[in-house]
């Protein structure tokens, strides 16, 4: 079964609803998750948060964060994953910031860099993933990455 459906199914099992926030994936996690049919009954929307201002007006990520560590951190990824919760009033939050490249790396934040974060009620947590590939590649990458790490989170989660 593939991992948009199996999230599905668990959502649906607990009786969850999701929210994403996305930078580097540009929609694309939004668009595995609606690929289901009946997402409807547990996907409560997104934010293409891609401009720093948008995270902030829209997420509620902290500019100092943004300033500190940038917008490619753990840092913002956890404060979008929340946000997107928060925002939409959902059971769990799940966010990509990164580089999709094939420009914008760095040493430091290298092309196909992200970190993907979980945001629920009784915590949150992050995940970096590297990927390799053009940038379509490096997006679907890491949108799979965020739904693997979303099963994951929603396995161990009471």
Known sequence: MPLPDQLGSSLRTKGWTIAV?????GG??????TSVPGSSDYFLGGVISYS????????????????????VSEKVALQMAEGARTAFGADMGVSTTGVAGPGGG????????????????DGSACRKVMS???????????????????????AESK
């Open 28 to 33: 694309k996690l939004s668009d595995m998750i």
């Open 21 to 25: 926030a996305e930078s580097c994936t």
């Open 52 to 71: 720093n201002s948008a995270k902030v007006g829209l997420l509620g990520v902290d500019q100092e964060s943004l300033r500190s560590h940038g917008a």
């Open 106 to 121: 760095s040493s430091e934040k290298p092309v196909g860099l992200a970190y993907i974060a979980v945001s629920t009620r």
């Open 132 to 154: 390799a590939g053009a940038r379509d590649e490096i997006k679907r990458k890491s949108s799979e990455s965020a739904l693997a790490f979303a099963m994951e989170y929603l």
